[in-house]
């Protein structure tokens, strides 16, 4: 069995993981999906079953803490090229268990604190971290061109704003780009609301530490949640 660094796109995987979180029923694009993360001392992914293989999950009756021994979980092929979070998908070749053993690390080990120093990528981590810089608080999405623009975009359209945090921060043993993943993150971390994100001071931002949960994809972490 492996443990969940040696995830990577494109290959299947087996190890066993500690539940970390009550699994989560979500549909997308009328598709019904079972969605909750996995972790051991080396990595932290979410496991991944769209129906029908979403039965392979509701019949073991996941809870948080529980160990679950995964074989030939498959890693998505195209998270090489995108900037996606560590993932197992649930296959027709996947076997889960639910088992018991010793000494295997608890939730709270599992999401330790880690210097960013030792985060690879296709990592999940938190990790404890001074912002040095904030590049923006606002992103604009134009949804006529679907793409990234200014706040008037070349087409003359007026974009969406998206409440989004964007900077550097470090923990003294290594210096990284960041960015919050979603609206409520950004939220979390400022304590504003979307409104009043233009108007955001950012050196606020950086008179204190932040507990940061997210991942490392090609020397950027993404934010996906603010722990304190």
Request: hydrophobic share 35%; aromatic share 8%; proline share 5%.
């Amino acid at each position: 069995m492996n443990t969940l660094n040696k995830l990577t796109p494109g290959e299947n995987i087996s190890a066993t993981a500690r539940v970390l979180n009550k699994p989560e029923s979500q549909t997308v694009r009328d598709k019904k999906l079972i969605k909750l993360k996995v972790g051991d001392s080396a990595n932290i992914a979410n496991l991944v079953a769209w129906a029908p293989m979403h039965k392979k999950i509701l019949k073991l009756n996941l809870d948080k803490g529980d160990l679950v021994e995964i074989k030939l979980g498959s890693c998505p092929k195209s998270h090489k090229t995108t900037n996606r979070p560590p993932t197992i998908t649930v296959n027709p070749n996947t076997i889960l268990k639910k088992i018991s053993l010793k000494n295997f690390p608890s939730v709270e080990e599992c999401m330790g604190i880690k210097f960013l120093d030792e985060l690879e990528d296709y990592r999940y981590a938190s990790a404890r971290v001074f912002i040095s810089s904030i590049y923006n608080t606002v992103v604009y999405f134009c949804e006529k061109c679907k793409k990234f623009s200014e706040k008037m975009c070349d087409c003359g359209n007026f974009p969406d704003a998206i409440f989004s945090i964007s900077g550097i921060f470090s923990d003294g043993t290594r210096t990284i780009p960041f960015t919050t993943l979603t609206e409520d993150v950004a939220e979390k971390m400022t304590n504003s609301k979307k409104p009043g994100a233009e108007k955001i001071n950012v050196k606020i931002l950086m008179e204190h530490p932040f507990t940061l949960f997210g991942y490392l994809r090609n020397e950027h972490f993404y934010v996906e949640d603010v722990v304190e």
